[in-house]
């Protein structure tokens, strides 16, 4: 489910058009100006009030070390202010971090702002995992996608046997926003038998299959070699009513600049992009911000 549109972040970018606002820009500049103001704009998403608590028993009674870390009276748990949040994932700075979210915000290639920021390509993409895993745990179905085998992001224990196939999304419209709900009772081997058995029509955009409406859905989504199981099967039915639908036209523009995609990557793309397209009359830079900020669920 998407956050509810806030009225103070109407005004601003559009991230279509790619433009800023010179104020924001300026604002921008001013955070970026030093590590310190930097730090303290990141610091004030991950501290309500920058009141600091333990984050294994929300104690707050708290030692400081010499190496500037944190140790809690009650447990004994040391941490530092970053620690466990989706931030951690690479070590940038907080200026590089703002600068990242900044060229994300605007819809850059990995190249590119390996290229603006100075570091390795490897590097922006561990990054950019970090900022999908911190999206998709906003999302109401996040419990359930880490029940489904996604990894929830840095700290927290791996799934134990990687995905073959991505779990089956449903694309719905509600009050203008549009959702794209895990599916968890239907497998992709029941989607083909839709398909084989009762007709229903599918459509292919690389290993990504969507299909004609089902029950209250406008599509069913998946993505996975089980929906390939022989040459005879195919997923070629041209002009279906989600072909005409705002977001898979503009998810369809996004799935195309990705070369290949992991199955168990699908539902964090698809996240993404329901979050920019729900969120696109409204400034993404301190929601982003915001949401890497926030703590990785221990799945
Ligand atoms: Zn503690």
Same mark, same amino acid.
């Given at each position: 489910?998407?956050?509810? !549109?806030? %009225? #103070?972040n109407?005004?601003?970018? +559009?991230?279509f058009?790619g433009?800023?606002?010179t104020?924001? @820009?300026?604002?921008f500049?001013e955070?970026?100006?030093s590590e310190?103001?930097?730090r303290?704009f990141?610091?004030?998403?991950?501290?309500?009030?920058?009141?600091?608590h333990?984050?294994?028993?929300k104690?707050?009674?708290?030692y400081?070390?010499?190496?500037?870390?944190?140790?809690?009276a009650a447990?004994g748990?040391t941490?530092h202010?970053?620690?466990?949040?989706f931030?951690?994932?690479?070590?940038?700075?907080?200026?590089?971090?703002?600068w990242?979210l900044?060229l994300f915000?605007?819809g850059a290639?990995p190249?590119?702002m390996?290229?603006?920021?100075?570091v390795?390509?490897?590097?922006? !993409?561990? %990054? #950019?995992d970090a900022?999908?895993? +911190?999206?998709l745990a906003?999302?109401?179905d996040a419990p359930? @996608?880490?029940?489904?085998?996604?990894?929830?992001g840095?700290?927290?224990?791996p799934?134990?046997?990687?995905?073959?196939?991505?779990?089956?999304?449903?694309?719905i419209?509600?009050n203008?926003?549009?959702?794209?709900?895990?599916?968890?009772?239907l497998t992709p081997?029941?989607?083909?038998?839709?398909?084989?058995?009762?007709?229903?029509?599918?459509?292919s955009?690389?290993?990504?299959v969507?299909?004609?409406?089902?029950?209250q859905y406008?599509?069913?989504?998946?993505?996975?070699?089980?929906?390939?199981?022989?040459?005879y099967?195919?997923?070629?039915?041209k002009?279906?009513p989600?072909?005409?639908?705002?977001?898979?036209?503009?998810a369809?523009?996004r799935?195309?600049?990705?070369?290949g995609?992991?199955?168990a990557?699908f539902p964090l793309?698809?996240?993404?992009?329901?979050?920019?397209f729900?969120h696109?009359q409204?400034?993404?830079f301190?929601?982003l911000?915001?949401?890497?900020?926030?703590v990785v669920?221990?799945?």
């Amino acid at each position: 489910m998407p956050i509810p !549109l806030d %009225a #103070q972040n109407r005004k601003g970018v +559009a991230p279509f058009a790619g433009a800023c606002e010179t104020s924001e @820009l300026l604002n921008f500049s001013e955070l970026v100006s030093s590590e310190q103001k930097a730090r303290r704009f990141l610091l004030g998403f991950c501290w309500k009030n920058h009141q600091r608590h333990c984050l294994h028993c929300k104690a707050r009674k708290l030692y400081k070390l010499a190496d500037g870390r944190r140790r809690c009276a009650a447990c004994g748990y040391t941490f530092h202010d970053f620690s466990r949040r989706f931030l951690n994932a690479c070590n940038f700075s907080c200026r590089q971090w703002l600068w990242f979210l900044k060229l994300f915000e605007l819809g850059a290639t990995p190249r590119d702002m390996a290229g603006q920021l100075g570091v390795h390509y490897e590097t922006v !993409l561990k %990054a #950019q995992d970090a900022v999908r895993r +911190a999206l998709l745990a906003q999302s109401l179905d996040a419990p359930a @996608l880490f029940r489904a085998g996604i990894w929830p992001g840095p700290g927290s224990t791996p799934p134990a046997q990687p995905l073959q196939d991505a779990p089956v999304f449903g694309l719905i419209e509600l009050n203008g926003f549009m959702l794209c709900d895990l599916l968890p009772d239907l497998t992709p081997a029941a989607l083909l038998h839709f398909k084989t058995n009762f007709h229903l029509a599918t459509a292919s955009l690389g290993q990504v299959v969507y299909t004609a409406p089902y029950r209250q859905y406008l599509s069913l989504l998946c993505c996975g070699p089980s929906l390939w199981p022989a040459q005879y099967v195919r997923h070629e039915t041209k002009g279906l009513p989600v072909d005409a639908n705002r977001f898979w036209i503009f998810a369809k523009r996004r799935f195309a600049r990705l070369r290949g995609m992991a199955p168990a990557h699908f539902p964090l793309h698809l996240k993404e992009l329901e979050f920019l397209f729900n969120h696109r009359q409204v400034r993404l830079f301190p929601l982003l911000a915001e949401a890497v900020c926030g703590v990785v669920p221990q799945g």
